[in-house]
């Protein structure tokens, strides 16, 4: 059974630094193509970012330079680093993971829907 099962959230001040985690299990998550969402109240679900197989990343002009993807293979597991949080990156945040395109590429974020975890609250205030 395929589990995803996110850590990390938590209030911070703006300007602080957070790390998210996703420890995947059920599947062999480094073949796959992995990545993170949030979403805010009263808002649609917004892609973060993505890592590709290969360890290559692309992510949201809304976090780009602050925040980074990374993922340790031997622990199946995919991490967030987010950097000088604002209040608008307050939201839930969700790990997913999406079976990759042939030739490695990740599909785009906004159709990703094969593996979702439950969610970690990430409440930045000013």
């Known amino acids: 059974q395929v589990q995803l099962v996110e850590s990390g959230g938590g209030s911070v001040q703006a300007g602080r630094s957070l790390r998210l985690s996703c420890a995947a299990s059920?599947?062999?998550?480094?073949?796959?193509?992995m990545g993170w969402f949030r979403q805010a109240p009263g808002k649609e679900r917004e892609g973060v970012g993505a890592i590709r197989s290969d360890g290559s990343t692309s992510y949201a002009e809304s976090v780009k330079g602050r925040f980074t993807i990374s993922k340790d293979n031997a622990k199946n597991t995919l991490y967030l680093q987010m950097n000088s949080l604002k209040p608008e990156d307050t939201a839930m945040y969700y790990c997913?993971?999406?079976?990759?395109?042939?030739?490695?590429?990740?599909?785009?974020?906004?159709?990703?829907?094969?593996?979702w975890g439950q969610g970690t609250q990430v409440t930045v205030s000013s």
């Open positions: 997913a993971a999406e079976s990759p395109r042939s030739g490695g590429s990740c599909p785009p974020l906004v159709v990703w829907d094969t593996y």
């Open positions: 059920g599947y062999t998550a480094s073949s796959y193509c």
